[in-house]
């Protein structure tokens, strides 16, 4: 591997909120940019410093399958596959089992951190924590509505989740980069 000589930073000189509605602030900033020039950067603060997101995997027949919810997401007027997951307090055990238990109703017999990254570095600071939960089988055959959202639960063969990966049915950003270390870790098998 080799490092190049990175360039200055962005520089901020000053900025203010734009504006401001309950726990969301997007603020302007006044920046030097890494070529000496000025511009402007606008950043979005969701009112969470962190976010979970967890990997529910059962045993059935022999096979590891993965649940996913799918719910409608405003903003893409679509309906979306992903992870269980959502802002949190800290990068802790009982932030990813309350966002598990919350939108699943599972309870997972263990849970383990794999790992932590920028959900999108480039709009907003939230670190991002990818959890592989162990669950029972019987979670598969729970028929729960989360109340907020209307998120159901769908569960697919580790075979299925790669696969549609690969072609574009799951879509959403922050479950690509969860599974990706999930395999990536050699736990999904």
Same mark, same amino acid.
């Given at each position: 591997m080799t490092t190049a000589l990175l360039?200055?930073?962005?520089?901020?000189?000053?900025?203010?909120?734009?504006?401001?509605?309950g726990r969301i602030t997007v603020t302007v900033d006044q920046v030097v940019l890494p070529d000496g020039s000025r511009g402007e950067y606008a950043l979005v603060d969701m009112g969470v410093k962190f976010g979970v997101t967890v990997i529910p995997i059962a045993f059935r027949?022999?096979?590891?399958?993965?649940?996913?919810?799918?719910?409608?997401?405003?903003?893409?007027?679509?309906?979306?596959? /992903?992870?269980?997951?959502?802002? +949190?307090?800290? #990068? $802790?055990?009982?932030?990813?089992?309350?966002?598990?238990? /919350?939108?699943?109703?599972?309870? +997972?017999?263990? #849970? $383990?951190?794999?790992?932590?990254f920028y959900e999108n570095p480039g709009l907003s600071p939230i670190t991002g924590s990818a959890w592989l939960a162990r669950v029972p089988a019987a979670a598969m055959d729970l028929a729960h509505i989360e109340g907020e959202s209307g998120c159901i639960t769908e569960w697919y063969t580790v075979e299925e989740v790669r696969r549609m990966m690969v072609e574009g049915r799951i879509s959403a950003g922050v479950t690509l980069a969860a599974l990706g270390i999930g395999f990536a870790s050699g736990k999904l098998c």
């Open positions: 360039p200055a930073p962005f520089r901020r000189l000053d900025g203010e909120p734009v504006y401001e509605r027949d022999g096979f590891p399958w993965i649940g996913l919810i799918r719910q409608h997401r405003y903003p893409v007027k679509d309906w979306v596959l /992903e992870l269980p997951g959502g802002g +949190a307090s800290a #990068i $802790e055990t009982t932030e990813a089992l309350r966002e598990l238990t /919350e939108e699943t109703a599972i309870i +997972a017999d263990s #849970i $383990e951190l794999l790992a932590t």
